[in-house]
Protein backbone atom coordinates (compact mmCIF):
# COMPACT_ATOMS: atom_id res chain seq x y z
CA UNK A 1 0.00 0.00 0.00
CA UNK A 2 0.55 3.62 0.20
CA UNK A 3 3.81 5.14 2.46
CA UNK A 4 4.57 8.84 3.08
CA UNK A 5 7.27 9.31 4.68
CA UNK A 6 8.31 13.16 6.13
CA UNK A 7 11.32 14.59 6.95
CA UNK A 8 12.17 16.53 9.01
CA UNK A 9 10.87 15.57 12.36
CA UNK A 10 11.79 18.35 14.27
CA UNK A 11 12.88 22.18 12.20
CA UNK A 12 13.57 25.21 13.80
CA UNK A 13 14.67 28.01 12.60
CA UNK A 14 14.39 31.94 13.42
CA UNK A 15 11.75 34.66 12.49
CA UNK A 16 12.58 35.34 9.01
CA UNK A 17 14.26 32.55 7.57
CA UNK A 18 12.35 30.28 5.41
CA UNK A 19 11.16 26.56 6.62
CA UNK A 20 11.22 23.66 3.99
CA UNK A 21 9.61 20.46 4.92
CA UNK A 22 9.81 17.16 2.27
CA UNK A 23 7.80 14.19 1.83
CA UNK A 24 8.03 11.18 -0.67
CA UNK A 25 5.09 8.90 -1.28
CA UNK A 26 5.80 5.14 -3.01
CA UNK A 27 2.25 4.64 -4.97
CA UNK A 28 2.24 6.60 -8.44
CA UNK A 29 -1.25 6.73 -8.44
CA UNK A 30 -1.55 9.11 -6.06
CA UNK A 31 -2.92 12.33 -7.37
CA UNK A 32 -4.02 14.54 -4.35
CA UNK A 33 -1.37 15.80 -1.65
CA UNK A 34 -2.71 18.22 1.22
CA UNK A 35 -0.57 19.62 3.90
CA UNK A 36 -2.00 20.12 7.60
CA UNK A 37 -1.20 22.08 10.39
CA UNK A 38 -1.82 21.38 13.71
CA UNK A 39 -1.64 23.78 17.04
CA UNK A 40 -1.52 22.40 20.61
CA UNK A 41 -4.59 20.44 21.09
CA UNK A 42 -6.28 21.61 18.42
CA UNK A 43 -7.01 19.44 15.26
CA UNK A 44 -5.38 18.90 12.39
CA UNK A 45 -6.20 22.07 9.69
CA UNK A 46 -5.76 22.34 5.87
CA UNK A 47 -3.34 24.90 5.11
CA UNK A 48 -2.62 24.17 1.42
CA UNK A 49 -3.18 21.47 -1.49
CA UNK A 50 -1.86 20.51 -4.52
CA UNK A 51 -2.95 18.12 -7.01
CA UNK A 52 -0.85 16.05 -9.51
CA UNK A 53 -1.72 18.15 -12.61
CA UNK A 54 0.15 20.82 -10.96
CA UNK A 55 3.62 21.30 -10.10
CA UNK A 56 3.38 24.33 -7.77
CA UNK A 57 1.26 26.10 -5.77
CA UNK A 58 1.39 29.55 -3.87
CA UNK A 59 -0.92 30.96 -0.94
CA UNK A 60 0.65 34.05 0.05
CA UNK A 61 3.56 32.69 2.44
CA UNK A 62 3.37 29.34 1.97
CA UNK A 63 3.86 27.03 -1.32
CA UNK A 64 3.69 23.46 -2.11
CA UNK A 65 5.80 21.68 -4.79
CA UNK A 66 5.65 18.41 -6.81
CA UNK A 67 7.21 16.50 -8.20
CA UNK A 68 5.95 13.40 -9.68
CA UNK A 69 8.73 11.42 -11.54
CA UNK A 70 10.41 11.44 -8.14
CA UNK A 71 7.27 10.95 -6.09
CA UNK A 72 7.97 14.02 -3.66
CA UNK A 73 6.34 17.15 -2.53
CA UNK A 74 7.30 20.06 -0.26
CA UNK A 75 6.06 22.52 1.58
CA UNK A 76 8.41 26.07 1.83
CA UNK A 77 7.18 28.43 4.49
CA UNK A 78 8.67 32.55 3.84
CA UNK A 79 9.35 34.61 6.51
CA UNK A 80 8.30 32.59 9.16
CA UNK A 81 6.39 34.03 12.30
CA UNK A 82 6.05 32.52 16.00
CA UNK A 83 2.75 31.79 14.97
CA UNK A 84 3.75 29.24 12.10
CA UNK A 85 5.03 26.86 15.44
CA UNK A 86 2.63 23.60 15.09
CA UNK A 87 3.36 20.31 14.00
CA UNK A 88 2.79 19.80 10.17
CA UNK A 89 1.49 16.64 8.19
CA UNK A 90 2.00 15.72 4.55
CA UNK A 91 -0.83 13.02 2.72
CA UNK A 92 -1.09 11.51 -0.25
CA UNK A 93 -4.47 9.64 -1.21
CA UNK A 94 -4.33 6.09 -1.81
CA UNK A 95 -6.64 5.03 -4.73
CA UNK A 96 -8.60 2.12 -3.43
CA UNK A 97 -11.56 0.75 -5.37
CA UNK A 98 -13.03 4.07 -6.00
CA UNK A 99 -12.61 5.66 -2.65
CA UNK A 100 -10.03 7.29 -1.66
CA UNK A 101 -8.61 7.56 1.94
CA UNK A 102 -5.35 10.35 2.95
CA UNK A 103 -2.15 8.12 4.10
CA UNK A 104 -0.09 10.74 6.62
CA UNK A 105 3.55 11.22 7.20
CA UNK A 106 4.78 11.14 11.09
CA UNK A 107 4.64 14.87 11.11
CA UNK A 108 7.17 17.72 11.78
CA UNK A 109 7.41 20.19 14.56
CA UNK A 110 8.39 23.25 13.67
CA UNK A 111 9.49 25.70 15.96
CA UNK A 112 10.22 29.55 14.95
CA UNK A 113 12.05 31.58 17.85
CA UNK A 114 11.31 35.11 17.72
CA UNK B 1 -17.57 26.82 8.67
CA UNK B 2 -17.65 23.12 8.54
CA UNK B 3 -18.01 21.70 12.31
CA UNK B 4 -16.59 18.39 13.53
CA UNK B 5 -17.58 17.65 17.41
CA UNK B 6 -16.06 15.42 19.34
CA UNK B 7 -17.81 15.54 22.85
CA UNK B 8 -15.52 14.10 24.91
CA UNK B 9 -11.89 15.98 25.16
CA UNK B 10 -10.64 14.38 27.75
CA UNK B 11 -11.04 10.57 29.28
CA UNK B 12 -9.67 8.20 31.56
CA UNK B 13 -10.85 4.81 31.92
CA UNK B 14 -10.04 1.19 32.85
CA UNK B 15 -8.64 -1.60 31.46
CA UNK B 16 -11.52 -3.56 30.33
CA UNK B 17 -13.88 -0.89 29.93
CA UNK B 18 -15.95 -0.21 26.91
CA UNK B 19 -15.54 3.08 25.53
CA UNK B 20 -17.41 5.36 23.19
CA UNK B 21 -16.36 8.46 21.35
CA UNK B 22 -18.78 10.20 19.56
CA UNK B 23 -18.36 12.51 16.56
CA UNK B 24 -20.83 14.80 15.07
CA UNK B 25 -20.27 16.94 12.03
CA UNK B 26 -22.88 19.40 10.54
CA UNK B 27 -22.10 19.81 7.06
CA UNK B 28 -23.83 17.00 5.28
CA UNK B 29 -20.56 14.88 4.49
CA UNK B 30 -21.09 11.20 3.15
CA UNK B 31 -17.54 10.63 4.67
CA UNK B 32 -16.64 10.17 8.02
CA UNK B 33 -12.97 8.60 9.44
CA UNK B 34 -11.60 7.72 12.46
CA UNK B 35 -7.98 8.11 12.75
CA UNK B 36 -5.69 7.63 16.03
CA UNK B 37 -2.47 10.45 16.80
CA UNK B 38 0.45 8.76 18.41
CA UNK B 39 4.44 10.88 18.28
CA UNK B 40 6.03 9.41 15.80
CA UNK B 41 3.65 7.18 14.27
CA UNK B 42 1.28 10.50 12.35
CA UNK B 43 -2.30 10.02 11.71
CA UNK B 44 -3.42 6.10 11.28
CA UNK B 45 -6.45 5.52 9.91
CA UNK B 46 -8.80 3.33 12.27
CA UNK B 47 -12.62 2.82 10.68
CA UNK B 48 -14.11 5.17 8.03
CA UNK B 49 -17.60 5.18 6.65
CA UNK B 50 -18.97 6.84 3.38
CA UNK B 51 -22.52 6.32 4.10
CA UNK B 52 -25.28 5.37 6.60
CA UNK B 53 -24.40 1.89 8.36
CA UNK B 54 -21.31 1.31 5.74
CA UNK B 55 -17.93 0.92 7.10
CA UNK B 56 -14.95 0.22 6.42
CA UNK B 57 -11.80 -1.20 8.21
CA UNK B 58 -8.52 1.27 7.61
CA UNK B 59 -4.61 0.54 8.66
CA UNK B 60 -5.53 -0.30 12.29
CA UNK B 61 -9.00 -1.57 13.33
CA UNK B 62 -8.20 -3.82 15.40
CA UNK B 63 -9.40 -3.72 18.60
CA UNK B 64 -12.47 -1.12 17.99
CA UNK B 65 -15.52 -1.42 16.13
CA UNK B 66 -17.88 1.53 14.75
CA UNK B 67 -21.18 2.86 14.36
CA UNK B 68 -22.84 5.36 11.88
CA UNK B 69 -26.71 5.20 12.48
CA UNK B 70 -26.96 8.80 11.25
CA UNK B 71 -25.55 11.10 8.49
CA UNK B 72 -24.21 13.42 11.31
CA UNK B 73 -22.84 10.98 13.63
CA UNK B 74 -19.43 8.40 13.98
CA UNK B 75 -19.01 6.63 16.95
CA UNK B 76 -15.81 4.81 17.88
CA UNK B 77 -15.76 2.11 20.30
CA UNK B 78 -13.62 -0.04 22.03
CA UNK B 79 -15.23 -3.02 23.38
CA UNK B 80 -12.82 -3.71 25.95
CA UNK B 81 -10.32 -0.49 26.32
CA UNK B 82 -6.07 -1.94 27.30
CA UNK B 83 -3.41 0.95 28.33
CA UNK B 84 -2.28 0.09 24.29
CA UNK B 85 -5.43 2.47 23.09
CA UNK B 86 -4.26 5.09 25.31
CA UNK B 87 -4.09 7.83 22.70
CA UNK B 88 -5.31 10.74 20.66
CA UNK B 89 -8.47 10.28 18.78
CA UNK B 90 -9.24 12.54 15.79
CA UNK B 91 -12.61 12.21 14.01
CA UNK B 92 -13.02 13.21 10.35
CA UNK B 93 -15.62 14.10 7.65
CA UNK B 94 -15.06 15.09 3.74
CA UNK B 95 -18.35 15.39 1.15
CA UNK B 96 -17.88 12.90 -1.18
CA UNK B 97 -16.84 9.59 -2.80
CA UNK B 98 -14.78 11.35 -5.26
CA UNK B 99 -11.62 11.96 -3.76
CA UNK B 100 -9.75 15.51 -3.47
CA UNK B 101 -11.90 16.59 -1.09
CA UNK B 102 -10.90 18.63 2.23
CA UNK B 103 -10.50 16.25 5.15
CA UNK B 104 -12.13 18.59 8.35
CA UNK B 105 -10.85 17.16 11.73
CA UNK B 106 -12.10 17.63 14.76
CA UNK B 107 -10.17 18.88 18.17
CA UNK B 108 -9.21 15.23 19.09
CA UNK B 109 -10.14 13.16 22.00
CA UNK B 110 -7.33 12.44 24.57
CA UNK B 111 -8.03 8.73 26.02
CA UNK B 112 -5.89 7.58 28.76
CA UNK B 113 -6.58 3.80 29.83
CA UNK B 114 -5.19 2.92 33.28
Known amino acids: GENVEQHPSTLSVQEGDSAVIKCTYS??????FPWYKQELGKGPQLIID?????GEKKDQRIAVTLNKTAKHFSLHITETQPEDSAVYFC?????????????FGTGTRLLVSP | DVKVTQSSRYLVKRTGEKVFLECVQD?????MFWYRQDPGLGLRLIYF???????EKGDIPEGYSVSREKKERFSLILESASTNQTSMYLCASSLSTGGQNTIYFGEGSWLTVV
Open chain 2, 27 to 31: MDHEN
Open chain 2, 49 to 55: SYDVKMK
Open chain 1, 50 to 54: IRSNV
Open chain 1, 91 to 103: AATLMNTGFQKLV
Open chain 1, 27 to 32: DSASNY
